[in-house]
């Protein structure tokens, strides 16, 4: 049994599960542009029909990158605009997983554990504060709090920060394109949460509990 491994665990889709096919038709989704529409309304002073065109065009242009085309096309501060937006209230939007705190209590005891998100810090802070799971992880990484997609440097800036061997680490998530991709190609080891079988993933898992059959009987 090897011991003390560091276990990054991305957050949405996999510390908690969506349930719609994408994060996009996700309830989280939903709130985070409604609260942005009503961040645009105020900022640029106009109404609600025209802030809905306004932001709808920012998110055609730029998929999964809104604060950067409002800040391109708006001159919005993304960061004032990233903390208001995604300050959404997790109560009643996202699901907790039965024993998911059990078996994260289990895994410290021989490995470090991180979560690595995409989201910004002021969502991965409520969810986790939510999920009351905070104490069990060694640290957060947000890619869009450092400026960094997992796909352009988040892995290797971690490895550094952490001072870890890709080998001696796991990434646990539910995208293949941010998650498994960008980990395996620096020889993190990855495991795959989704409904089938990944072909790029070294581990595929259904539900996040399965975890605890790769990690500790590896
Ligand atoms: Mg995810």
Redesign the pocket.
Known sequence: MNKFQRIFF?????LHPIRQES?LDSPVHNQMVERSIVYVMQKLGIGKRKATELFEGIMERYPRFYSLGLQKEQGIDRWDYLVHSWNINPEGIIQRVDGLDRMLNDLTKRNDLYVVSDAPRVWMGNVMSHLGIRDFFSGLYSGTNLNLKKKQGLFPHILSDIGAEPSQCYMV???EQ??IIPARAIGINTVYLGKSDSAVADYSIRDVLSLRRIIVDD
């Open positions: 991305d957050m949405d889709g996999t994060f998530g539910d995208e941010n998650d």
